[in-house]
């Protein structure tokens, strides 16, 4: 069913919003659709070499290394490769007798836990998605970032993380973690495309904190995906640690001229739901951590949403800024489910 959906209150600021709040780097749009269809090549050919490049494709060589029944749903470990030599661990949760399904990428956050808290291990509930997308009859893939797992390395702790980046570096110089995200989400993608249960038309992708970031890139620049949900990322650059060298690095000070508006332009028409918890200490839970997404994070999604209404789609660019620190409260759980309902329909 349609229609359940406040799409008025997910896409329009509050009285509080102010639009001169923050400069942006400059971001053309039309007048006309020709004319931004011109201007996205511009502006998508502008990333590519800020993000660096890595390895070709190669065959996905996928198995199952484990299987569980938990009724509805099927729970499989799997592993497929991702470049030559290096593989993916992945949660793959399918529903039971349906034979054609929407497909999920479902990112997770930054913890020790990695793949098992969207599959049910997790202690958050609200962050469940790969879960309780199945239960909806979603096949959920839930793969382990590069930063835990990548080739025959392993990191358990912060320490470590920047090890995994310059074992990346050493492998391909020109490359970035970020870029390393975006490619591994395109091969997840694949691995769904390859599943006959998987209506190629149907495709979305979640992410909490860290998985929220690779939603935005792979929204971006991977337009198989028609949906997207990116929770608590932290949309501006400046907002969070993108800077981090697990993501974009020092070089991201050397390109003032991108940023991430850019890359909500670029995922138009496509929809996109952002989330963001809030970041003034004084209006959350105590036990709570300070949100990455703010009220300015507006700013970023109205610089946006004229390529939306080029195509007659502004209502697919939308924000819900819940205020209650980085976490998604589970009174607004189910806006996720009604926001992939909505646009994975039409």
């Not at 395109?186 to 970031?213: E, F, N, T």
Request: net charge negative; glycine share 8%.
């Amino acid at each position: 069913m349609r229609g359940m959906i406040d799409l008025q209150n997910l896409t329009t600021p509050p009285a509080d919003h102010e639009p001169d709040a923050i400069e942006l780097p400059p971001l053309e749009i039309g007048p006309t659709l020709p004319d931004w269809e011109r201007q996205r090549e511009d502006t998508l050919g502008a990333w590519p070499a800020y993000l660096g490049h890595g390895p070709r494709v190669v065959p996905l060589e996928a198995e199952v290394l484990d299987e569980e029944d938990l009724g509805g749903v099927t729970r499989a470990l799997v592993s497929y490769q991702v470049e030559a030599g290096c593989r993916v661990t992945a949660y793959l949760m399918t529903p039971k007798d349906n034979p054609l399904c929407p497909g999920c990428v479902v990112y997770h956050p930054t913890t020790g836990a990695t793949i098992d808290q969207p599959v049910g291990f997790g202690t958050r509930k609200s962050l469940q998605f790969a879960l309780n997308l199945a239960r909806r009859g979603y096949v959920t893939l839930s793969p382990r970032n590069y930063i835990w797992e990548y080739g025959e390395r392993q990191a358990t702790e912060w320490a470590e993380y920047e090890e995994m980046v310059e074992f990346l570096l050493q492998r391909w110089p020109h490359w970035t973690g970020m870029g390393k995200m975006v490619w591994d989400g395109l091969r997840a993608v694949d691995y769904l495309l390859a599943l006959p249960q998987v209506d190629a038309s149907k495709l979305c992708c979640i992410g909490h904190s860290l998985g929220a970031k690779e939603v935005l890139y792979s929204m971006a620049f991977d337009e198989r995906l028609k949906a997207g949900i990116t929770c608590e990322g932290g949309v501006g650059r400046t907002s969070t640690n993108w800077d981090a060298p697990w993501y974009l690095g020092e070089k991201m000070h050397a390109h003032p001229e991108l940023d991430h508006h850019q890359l909500l332009a670029l995922t138009a028409p496509r929809a996109l739901l952002v989330i963001g918890g809030g970041a003034e200490p004084t209006r959350k839970p105590e036990e709570k951590s300070p949100g990455a997404d703010t009220i300015l994070t507006w700013n970023y999604l109205e610089a946006a949403r004229p390529a939306y209404a080029l195509y007659g789609a502004a209502e697919k660019l939308g924000y819900l800024l819940h205020d209650r620190g980085h976490d998604l409260p589970a009174e607004h759980e189910h806006i996720v489910y009604e926001w992939f309902e909505e646009f994975l329909s039409e």
